[in-house]
């Protein structure tokens, strides 16, 4: 978790004042979930046996520009490349048709067993809808699956989180071991569940970066005037990559499969995910975390998934 008002993100260039930016109404593809779906998603999170905190991931940090794609809009408005991305006009997902790694992830050795298989099913998935938007699909992240606690990158050092770092056209993905090996000792499928939905979260930041959403929406934030617009901004940002890896992680849910306790405790993990009483409202409540979780997982093959997933054209509550 970061501080916002104190945070100042390294190598951005200073951009002028926005103005006229209204947030529109939510898209019919997400004002379209039912009451249905919250039902269940209460059912399934209730269902649960583990009852521990889930941690926020670390804000992604982005130094320099993304990689050139054939046909980026970065020249456009911030608010254009935000709100019109041509992402969301994108076809359905791939599925991988990766499996699920059966290894215990009690020790390093099997966390990076079980991440490394799950983020080569996640690139295979986005290839062709980041190709789609003109993005530089064929890049991907450096995965770093680590042991230590304080972690220290290009970006700079964090502690105890998992986090997107984006320098001078490449990326990396820091996936801490701790925080899994301990929900795998008290519940082996919570641990799966998190480790997923948490690398699927950080490769959402991935596909913002090479799109240009993710710098665009930092500028965006850093032009604000008030820290409430720009805690909004951020929330957008993190709301957006949760509904992304939720989409890549249904895109393959026959192959992997999301479904029975494993489904179970992604509910779980996705329900109790966002900002926490008296800590900063940077990620999204966890009613709106929920919500945009389920935007993601549930959307239709039959329309652009990622369409499914534009926070930045939601009204306010749906960001709140």
Known sequence: MVNLSRYT?????????????????????????????????????TATTADPAIPNGHQPIVIGNPPAGDGLTTKASLTN???????????????????????????YTGVNQYL??????????????????????????????TTARTINSYCGTVTDTAFFCAYNGRSWIYMPTGQIISFWKSSPTLARAYATNTLAHEYGHHVQWLTGILNASWQRQRAFSTYAAQLEE?????LQASCLGSASIAANKRYYPMSGGLYQQWVYVVTNSGDQPGGVRDHGSLKNH?????AGFNASRSYAVAGNCNTFNATSAYVS
């Open 9 to 45: 993100l390294r190598g951005m260039a200073t951009v002028g004042a926005l103005a006229g930016f209204a947030a529109l109404a939510l898209p019919n593809a997400q004002a379209a979930q039912t009451s249905s779906t919250t039902k269940t998603a209460a059912t399934a999170a």
């Open 81 to 107: 490349v935000v709100r019109y991305n041509r992402l969301y006009k994108t076809g359905p997902i791939t599925p991988s048709k990766c499996k699920e790694v059966n290894v215990s992830l009690r020790t």
């Open 116 to 145: 490394s298989q799950l983020f080569r099913c996640t690139y295979a998935e986005w290839a062709l809808p980041l190709k789609q938007a003109g993005a530089a699909y064929k890049v991907a992240p450096k995965l770093v699956v």
């Open 234 to 238: 951020s929330r957008r940002r993190e």
């Open 290 to 294: 929920r919500f945009w979780s389920f």
